[in-house]
């Protein structure tokens, strides 16, 4: 296991609530060094998987290997290894960001100059150094967000596990906050992180797993995904009208791959798009409908995980 | 453990900054306990006990005592005197609740002190008015010592006229010498404390529970905020961070109490007695309030129910067991009642010791004590245990 420089390794993860099957036979596994994505939309599974990664839940099924050792909620080894940044903050509003850090060092086993060290340059890199010593509660969302994540960083894990860290965070924490996750994986830290964002895990991540209603769909580089959908491009048709009728006209054309109806308009794959759209446009104002936008997309995640699921990954 | 310590230090920290230990562990238990105090005539002498005195004996010796004694504390406006017409008099006048106090001086008083014979000095009590009662009783107790003072020294000069020779064989004279006089007191039960020392014991045992509770819920808190994810993801065991927890409620517990003793010892000269025992009772005292707390934190199905269902349980049982009103001095039913709560018993112990007892009196209210929260706690701990501590 040490060997083929896997640091974690999940085999056909299962999580049952109730009647509800939120994961449902999830296997990945992320080399040292490698930035791993779960891509997926709201509900998709991603925060129960990693609570069965990080040891937080009993798991129904399967198995999680980290670096060699065996994970389970007791697993105390396994655990050292990981750094985990909760999709919810998880900070202490009435500690400081010092305080905050500090506490979460210590529970990580470092101590003494070596913790005060770690927390100075922690608070560099999160961007809150003349903030140290103010109380959480007195943060930005943002500056909240960015310590969530510091505290995850702080004992240099090999495993960073990132829980959408984006979520709710102006375009300007934001942008800090990838080029953070950039940084540590280019130093070799293994990351695993998630999110709905199709431009996060195409600009971070050097695989991602497309999941969805509890099971990955698909997996791979950016390039193997995009394959999967074939030369086709994707056009975004906003249209009003008979929209059923529309899209069965447009379907029976040739060169017309797929086609997803939704509440405003149609997304069809097809050969060519560029030579397509002339015949496309009047066969749509033929069956009856008024067209709004159009818009050719190359192929991206966003339309791999379309062609998956027939859905897109936000509304 | 070092993890288990730097949760409860961090704890520590966090209920310090929200001045909530400093709330419900000192300042309110004190404030009440002032109020209270003032409130009940402790302190401010406008509680003036009434006496029925019946002087039976007639002797030099008595008429001191009726005279001299109480004739001072009357023109100091300490206490009001009523002559009694008999002893029954005196005894019913206690009783129907007209005087605080019959003091009755028997027949051959002034004849026993003289010749060295045991006497005594009688002293009903009104069972309504337990402080007229503990007024009258140390205002007989100061006179008997000090006629047993005065007792001992003219055996001392009366024994140094043969034997000045043997000091160390006189001394053992005069201490196997009976005590002359002896106080006897009708009261049935003799577990009050005195005021002072009753309510601020009162409210101590009382707001323990509110205290200990802002460390018990802390983990409902760190479930809220989301930090008991992290504390989960952190390698260490949840065993760790529940001793953690209670270390700090327990912790907040005794500093609390600690600080209500030396306060109300400092501040209102209050007796608690023999400080082992009292720390012992206080020690159960806190364990008892952790595990009710920690029971009502289990069942409770959310923050602010535990919150809510918390404080009820502490007024219930508080008022039971008798923190706000003496319950030992009301009719027996209630005291009997009070030994349901934790408090009834807590108060009982610290009253044994505030009396003059140690530790061997208290043991059983120490156990009793400790039965409480051992029992509730044990269920609290295994509840955890079944459903995990993250949800
Ligand atoms: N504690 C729980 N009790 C019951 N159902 C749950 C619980 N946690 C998650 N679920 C369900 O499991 C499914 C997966 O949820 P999960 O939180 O893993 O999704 P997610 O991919 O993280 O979504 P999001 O992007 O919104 O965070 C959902 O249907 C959710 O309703
Ligand atoms: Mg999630």
């Not at chain 1, 400081?96 to 979460?104: D, G, I, K, T, V």
């Not at chain 2, 003793?261 to 023999?274: Q, R």
Request: proline fraction near 4%; glycine fraction near 12%; aromatic fraction near 4%.
């Amino acid at each position: 296991m040490l060997g083929n420089g896997i640091i974690l390794e999940c085999r056909d993860l299962r999580k049952t609530y109730g009647d509800r099957v939120a994961v449902n036979g999830v296997s990945f596994s992320i080399r040292r060094g490698e930035t791993y994505g779960l891509l997926g939309p709201n509900g998709a599974g991603k925060t129960t998987t990693i609570s069965m990664i990080c040891g937080l839940l009993e798991r129904d099924g399967g198995t999680v290997v980290v670096d060699g050792k065996p994970m389970s909620p007791s697993a105390v080894d396994a655990k050292a290894v990981i750094g985990y940044v909760p999709q919810d903050l998880a900070i202490y509003p009435d500690l400081s960001a010092r305080e905050n850090l500090r506490f979460f060092g210590q529970l990580y086993g470092l101590s003494g100059k070596t913790l005060s060290a770690r927390v100075d340059e922690v608070l560099e890199v999160i961007g809150l150094a003349d903030r140290a010593n103010d109380r959480a509660d007195s943060f930005s969302g943002g500056m909240k967000r960015r310590l969530n994540i510091g505290i995850g960083m702080l004992h240099s894990p090999r495993l960073l596990v990132l829980d959408e860290p984006t979520v709710g965070v102006d375009p300007q924490s934001r942008n800090a906050i990838l080029d953070t996750v950039d940084t540590l994986g280019g130093q070799g830290i293994a990351v695993l992180y998630t999110t709905q964002y199709m431009e996060e895990a195409e600009r971070l991540c050097d695989r991602v797993g497309i999941i969805d209603e509890g099971r990955l769909k698909a997996e791979g580089t950016r390039r193997e995904l995009v394959a999967l959908v074939g030369q086709r491009d994707r056009i975004a048709l906003s249209a009003q009208g008979d929209l059923e009728a529309t899209a069965r006209a447009v379907s029976a054309l040739d060169g017309v791959e797929q086609v997803n109806r939704h509440e405003g308009g149609l997304d069809l794959f097809v050969k060519d798009a560029r030579r397509m759209l002339p015949q496309l446009l009047s066969t749509v104002a033929n069956a009856g409908a008024s067209v709004s936008a159009v818009e050719v997309v190359e192929p991206n995640l966003e339309a791999v995980f379309l062609h998956l699921t027939g859905k897109a990954l936000r509304d | 453990m070092r993890a288990a310590l730097v949760i409860a230090f961090k704890d520590l920290r966090q209920r310090l900054r929200d001045r909530s230990l400093l709330i419900f562990g000192i300042l309110a238990p004190l404030g009440l306990t002032l109020i209270l105090n003032s409130v009940l005539g402790g302190t401010d002498g406008s509680f003036m006990p009434k006496l029925a005195v019946f002087d039976e004996d007639q002797s030099e010796v008595s008429r001191t005592f009726v005279e001299d004694v109480l004739g001072q504390l009357v023109t100091e406006g300490y206490v009001e005197v009523t002559p009694a017409a008999s002893a029954e008099d005196a005894e019913n006048l206690a009783e129907k609740g007209d005087v605080s106090a019959a003091v009755i001086v028997p027949a051959g008083f002034g004849q026993a002190v003289n010749s060295g014979q045991p006497a005594e000095v009688r002293v009903v009590g009104n069972p309504d008015s337990p402080i007229g009662r503990d007024i009258a009783r140390s205002i007989v107790d100061d006179y008997v010592r000090e006629v047993n003072g005065v007792r001992l020294a003219v055996a001392l000069v009366a024994g140094s006229g043969g034997e000045a020779s043997d000091p160390a064989g006189l001394a053992q004279k005069a201490v196997q010498m009976p005590s002359p006089v002896t106080l006897n007191l009708a009261e049935s039960e003799d577990r009050q404390l005195d005021t002072k020392t009753y309510v601020a014991a009162g409210m101590a045992v009382f707001f323990l529970f509110f205290t200990v509770r802002a460390g018990v819920m802390s983990l409902l808190e760190e479930r809220r905020q989301g930090t008991l994810a992290r504390l989960l993801a952190a390698p260490i065991s949840s065993t760790t961070i529940v001793v953690g927890k209670s270390l700090a409620s327990f912790g907040f517990g005794l500093l609390s109490m600690a600080a209500l003793v030396i306060a109300s010892t400092v501040l209102l000269d209050a007796h608690w007695g023999d400080p082992i025992g009292v720390a012992a009772l206080s020690i159960a005292a806190v364990i008892a309030a952790m595990g009710i707390t920690s029971l009502v934190a289990s069942v409770a199905k959310t923050e602010e129910q535990a919150v809510g269902i918390s404080s009820t349980v502490a007024v219930v049982l508080g008022t039971l067991g008798g923190s706000f009103f003496p319950v030992s001095q009301g009719p027996a039913f209630l005291a009997k009642i009070s030994l349901i709560s934790p408090h009834g018993w807590l108060l009982r112990g610290f009253g044994d010791l505030a009396g003059g007892g140690g530790v061997g009196d208290v043991v059983g209210a120490v156990l009793a004590v400790l039965a409480f929260g051992v029992v509730t706690g044990g269920i609290a701990v295994l509840m955890l245990r079944s459903r995990g501590i993250a949800r």
